[in-house]
Every structure is written in structure tokens, then in C-alpha cells.
């Protein structure tokens, strides 16, 4: 079975300071992976996705991540955070087979100050 | 109106009740799931269901039952609710094909108390 793994439970930043949330997975084969974002009092929502190809993948409001497969690796990134990024971000993977369900990490709360 | 939606939104329940979380969908979506969030350890899967005839154990699965009425309903039942259930619930939605593969679409969630 699949499991993730974030780095960080909690992190504080300043506005317009640059964001890298860590996220590795444990799985053999080939992949899907995914980060949501959950605002506060909301429910979770994709920021962005990767299943093949490029391995820099471009998200919404900004935000982008790598796979890097010999790492195991999709981090997350921004280059210059905003107040209203406050929230908290999960990382995602499933088997690319079709029939297998979203394994979710236990999420990165992310607090960005004015 | 929402895609997935969820009711209720909100329930405070006592030891020992039945309570029914209900989902439903205008997505068109075969596959639906419900997941439970509790704060630091992220969404936990406790069932799915990839079609109507088709239900499956998540992680999660003891206390809790599941009925897939129909493609567009899904719903969660704690047939003798403890306090260690008290979190947040969410139904998601998602499709087989294309480049939505594995993508879920959550409803708004059901944060359910037992006293």
C-alpha cells in the first residue's frame, strides 16, 4: 500500500516570502499525485496535479510543484506567499491503475502574517 | 448549488445513537468515498464505492456502514456512535477516465459531535 509522508506540520511565514512544502511518497510503481488546499472552514480543493510528463507542474493562485521520481518526491511551491494562502495543504498519491483510491498526508498547516 | 453535497452540515449526537451522514451528487460520477479529517492526522478513508453495486473498506472502516441507493447517492451510517467518531466528514466524488483519474471533488463537509 501507498503512504505519504509531509515534512512539516506547521509552518509561519511572512508575506512575500517564498514557500517549499516537502511531500515524499512511498509506493514502487508509477503514480498520480496530487496537493489540495483546505481554507480555513472549507472543504479540500485542488491546487494542482501531476500524472505524466513534464515533472514541474503548474498549479492555481500561483503555486507549482516538482516531481522528482528518484527522490520519491513532489514538493510543493510559491514563490511569494500572500496572506490569503493561509491554509492548510495536503498532499496526495494513488497508483496509476485505475482501480486504487487517494492516499492522503497528514497536511502542512501553512500560517503566512501580514 | 454544489456538486457534492452533504447533509447535515452539523449534528451534536449522544453516545450510543444512530446517526446517517448522506451525500449526494450532480457530477455524474460513478465513484464516491467517505472520508473522516481529524486535525493532525489528515483525511482517512473509511469507505468507498467505484459503482453501485461496488462497496469497499477504507482504512477506517470499524463503527461505520455505508448504502449506495443509487450512482448519485452515498451515505455513511455509525450504527452506535462513541465520542472517538466526533470529527470531520467528507464525501468526495471522482471520475475513472481521462485526465481526471484519481481527482476527487469533496462536499462541504459534516462535522458530526457525540457527546
Known amino acids: 500500500a501507498q503512504s505519504v509522508s509531509q515534512h512539516n506540520h506547521h509552518v509561519i511565514l511572512s508575506e512575500a516570502a517564498s514557500l517549499e512544502l516537502g511531500c515524499n511518497y512511498s509506493y514502487g510503481g508509477t503514480v498520480n499525485l496530487f496537493w489540495y488546499v483546505q481554507y480555513p472552514g472549507q472543504h479540500l480543493q485542488l491546487l494542482l496535479k501531476?500524472?505524466?510528463?513534464?515533472?514541474l507542474v503548474k498549479g492555481i493562485k500561483g503555486f507549482e510543484a516538482e516531481f522528482i521520481k528518484s527522490k520519491f518526491s513532489f514538493n510543493l511551491r510559491k514563490p511569494s506567499v500572500q496572506w490569503s494562502d493561509t491554509a492548510e495543504y495536503f498532499c496526495?498519491?494513488?497508483?496509476?491503475?485505475?482501480?486504487?483510491?487517494?492516499?492522503f498526508g497528514k497536511g502542512t498547516m501553512l500560517l503566512v502574517s501580514p | 448549488d454544489a456538486d457534492v453535497t452533504q447533509t447535515p452540515r452539523n449534528r451534536i449526537t449522544k453516545t450510543g445513537k444512530r446517526i446517517m451522514l448522506e451525500c449526494s451528487q450532480t457530477k455524474g460520477h460513478d465513484r464516491m468515498y467517505w472520508y473522516r479529517q481529524d486535525p493532525g492526522l489528515g483525511l482517512r478513508l473509511i469507505y468507498y464505492s467505484f459503482d453501485v453495486k461496488d462497496i469497499n473498506k477504507g482504512e477506517i472502516s470499524d463503527g461505520y456502514s455505508v448504502s449506495r441507493q443509487a450512482q448519485a447517492k452515498f451515505s455513511l451510517s455509525l450504527e452506535s456512535a462513541i465520542p472517538n467518531q466526533t470529527a470531520l466528514y467528507f464525501c468526495?466524488?471522482?471520475?475513472?477516465?481521462?485526465?481526471?483519474?484519481?481527482?476527487?471533488?469533496f462536499g462541504e463537509g459534516s462535522r458530526l459531535t457525540v457527546l
Open positions: 501531476y500524472f505524466s510528463g513534464d515533472p
Open positions: 496526495a498519491v494513488t497508483p496509476n491503475s485505475g482501480y486504487s483510491t487517494l492516499t
Open positions: 468526495a466524488t471522482s471520475d475513472l477516465w481521462g485526465s481526471n483519474t484519481g481527482e476527487l471533488f
